[in-house]
C-alpha cells in the first residue's frame, strides 16, 4: 500500500537534456548540502515544496506518452529515497520497461554504504549523477556540472550509450509558459548562466521559473 509523500519542487513532463531520450523530471525539495554555485537555491530549504502523494505520481508518470523514463533531481533526492523508490516500483508496475536516473550530491561508494532506503534506490536506478558539484571543477559535460561528478550507469541499460556518446553538454531548454513567463531546464555549460539570464530577462520585463539541475 503507497504510504509516502513526496516534497516535491517541481515536475516537467518532456525534457531532453537531464539524461537519455526524453524524460520527466521531478525536483524534489531539500538538501542538506550547500554547494558553492548551486543553481537551484530555491530548492535547498527541506520546507517549501509542494506535498505530492506517490500514487498521484505515480500516475502521472505512467500516462505520460513520449517519454522513456524519468530523472529525480533536486534537491536531494536521496533525502528522500524511500518515497522515490516506492514511485519506481509504482511506475513500473504499470510500465516496467520505464528508466530511471537520479543526482546525488552524495557519492555512490557513501550512498552505497548508507540506509536501506538509500540501497533500495540505487538498486532501482539506471544511472546515476554522484557528487557535489564543484564551481571550480565547472565543465561543458553530458548531463553534469563539474568534473568531480559521474555518469555512472547502474544497470546495462545505457552503458552503451554513454560509452558510444560524446561527453559534452547536452545544453538547456527554454520554454514560454501560458502565462508569459519563462522556465528552463538542463546543466548550464557554463558559469554563472543562470544569473546572466535572469538579468537579461528581467531587462525585458520577463520573469524565470527555475527547472534546472544544479549546475550538478
Ligand atoms: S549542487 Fe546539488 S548537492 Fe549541492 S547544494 Fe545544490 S542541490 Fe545540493
Do not use: K
Not at 511506475?91 to 550512498?111: D, T
Amino acid at each position: 500500500m503507497t504510504t509516502h509523500l513526496l516534497s516535491v519542487a517541481r515536475t516537467l513532463d518532456h525534457c531532453t537534456v537531464l539524461g537519455p531520450g526524453t524524460r520527466a523530471v521531478i525536483w524534489v525539495q531539500g538538501c542538506p548540502l550547500r554547494c558553492r554555485g548551486c543553481v537551484a537555491a530555491e530548492t535547498l530549504p527541506f520546507e517549501g515544496g509542494t506535498s505530492r502523494e506517490v500514487a498521484e505520481l505515480a500516475a502521472w508518470l505512467a500516462a505520460l506518452t513520449g517519454v522513456e523514463g524519468v530523472t529525480l533531481s533536486g534537491g536531494e533526492p536521496f533525502s528522500q529515497a524511500e518515497a522515490l523508490s516506492e514511485l519506481l516500483d509504482a511506475v513500473r508496475e504499470a510500465r516496467p520497461g520505464f528508466s530511471a536516473m537520479a543526482y546525488s550530491g552524495f557519492r555512490y561508494e557513501a550512498l552505497r554504504r548508507g540506509t536501506t532506503g538509500h540501497q533500495a534506490l540505487l538498486d532501482r536506478l539506471d544511472l546515476l549523477v554522484d557528487g557535489p558539484y564543484v564551481a571550480a571543477q565547472h565543465g561543458s559535460l553530458r548531463w553534469r556540472g563539474s568534473s568531480n561528478q559521474r555518469v555512472l550507469p547502474l544497470t546495462d541499460r545505457y552503458a552503451r550509450l554513454l560509452a558510444q556518446s560524446p561527453d559534452t553538454s547536452a545544453g538547456v531548454e527554454l520554454s514560454v509558459e501560458a502565462d508569459g513567463s519563462f522556465s528552463w531546464a538542463g546543466v548550464p555549460p557554463v558559469p554563472g548562466f543562470r544569473e546572466g539570464m535572469e538579468e537579461q530577462l528581467a531587462a525585458r520585463g520577463f520573469v524565470l521559473h527555475t527547472r534546472g539541475r544544479r549546475e550538478s
